[in-house]
C-alpha cells in the first residue's frame, strides 16, 4: 500500500514541516514519491521513482518555503505497475471542458472490467492511473449529456458513481482535486486520516502528529471540500474493503 497526503485550505499554510514528517515515511514506501501544487486550472507536479527518504532533489525541495492552500502528495508501495517516472502518483488529466483534474491513489484494484479497459491505453502500467482515465470518460459522458460545464454539485455526483462503480472487491483510498472541489474516499479499515483546524483540513493515511483532534475519514462516504470546508456528502456505500488476512497484517496494522 502507499500513502496519501492533502491539504485544502481557505488560506495558505506553510507545509514544510508536515510535508517532512509525510515523506519521512518513504523508507517504507520506497518506489516513488509525488508533489502535486497548483495555479488556477494548471498543476506542478514533481515525482521521483526511487524512495523519497533516499531523494536528494526532494531534500533539497523541503528546504524551499512550500506554502499552498491545495495540496497533494505521494509514497508509492507498489502493487502495480514497474518502478518509474510514469507510474508515480499524482496523475493529471483534462476533462472535455478544459478543467484539470488531480488524483493520488491508495490501494488496489484486484477486479473491475471498468477499469481495466484502459491497460494499453494509458501512459504507464498502473490500476491508479486507470482510474483517472475512467473517471475522465465518465465525466465527458456527463459534460456530453448535458451539453455543457458541469455544476459543483454535477461533478460530485459523478465522482460518486465512479466510486460506487469500482470499489466493490477492491481497496480503494483516493484525494482527487478538480481546480474546485477536494474530493477524500476510504473504503479500508484505518487508512485514512483527517485533521480539521480552522478553515485547514489535512487528510492523510496516518496521523502526522499527536494532535488528538485527528480522526478517522468515514467509511465508504465520498466527500468533498472547499477551501477547506466540507460542501458535500455522499451516502455511505456498502462496498467496504475486508483483507482476508488477520487485522494485524501488513495491511491492517493500527495505525
Known amino acids: ?135 475522465m470518460d465518465q465525466v465527458d459522458a456527463a459534460i456530453a449529456k448535458k451539453g455543457g460545464e458541469l455544476t459543483d454539485k454535477e461533478r460530485f455526483d459523478t465522482v460518486n458513481q465512479v466510486i460506487r462503480d469500482i470499489t466493490p472487491e477492491n481497496k480503494v483510498n483516493l484525494l482527487i482535486y478538480d481546480g474546485d472541489l477536494f474530493y477524500a474516499h476510504t473504503n479500508f479499515y484505518e487508512t485514512l486520516f483527517r485533521l480539521q483546524k480552522g478553515d485547514t483540513l489535512i487528510v492523510s493515511t496516518k496521523p502526522l502528529s499527536d494532535d488528538p483532534a485527528w480522526e478517522k475519514v468515514p467509511m465508504s462516504t465520498p466527500l468533498a471540500y472547499r477551501k477547506g470546508k466540507l460542501v458535500f456528502e455522499a451516502e455511505q456505500h456498502p462496498y467496504e474493503f475486508i483483507d482476508k488476512e488477520p487485522r494485524d497484517s501488513e495491511y491492517n496494522k493500527p495505525l
Open 1 to 135: 500500500m502507499c500513502e496519501l497526503f492533502g491539504l485544502c485550505s481557505a488560506e495558505k499554510v506553510n507545509c514544510n514541516e508536515i510535508l517532512g514528517t509525510f515523506f519521512s515515511h518513504g523508507e517504507t514506501n520506497p518506489d516513488g514519491w509525488g508533489l502535486a501544487l497548483f495555479d488556477g486550472n494548471s498543476a506542478n507536479i514533481e515525482k521521483e521513482p526511487i524512495s523519497a527518504a533516499e531523494s536528494v532533489y526532494l531534500k533539497h525541495r523541503l528546504t524551499d518555503e512550500i506554502t499552498e492552500d491545495v495540496l497533494l502528495a505521494h509514497i508509492r508501495k507498489a502493487s502495480k505497475g514497474g518502478l518509474e517516472y510514469k507510474n508515480c502518483h499524482p496523475f493529471k488529466k483534462r476533462d472535455a471542458s478544459g478543467r484539470l483534474w488531480t488524483l493520488i491513489h491508495n490501494g488496489t484494484i484486484f477486479q473491475s472490467e471498468l477499469v481495466d479497459a484502459y491497460i494499453g491505453k494509458q501512459h504507464g502500467g498502473t490500476d491508479s492511473e486507470r482510474i483517472l482515465y475512467y473517471l
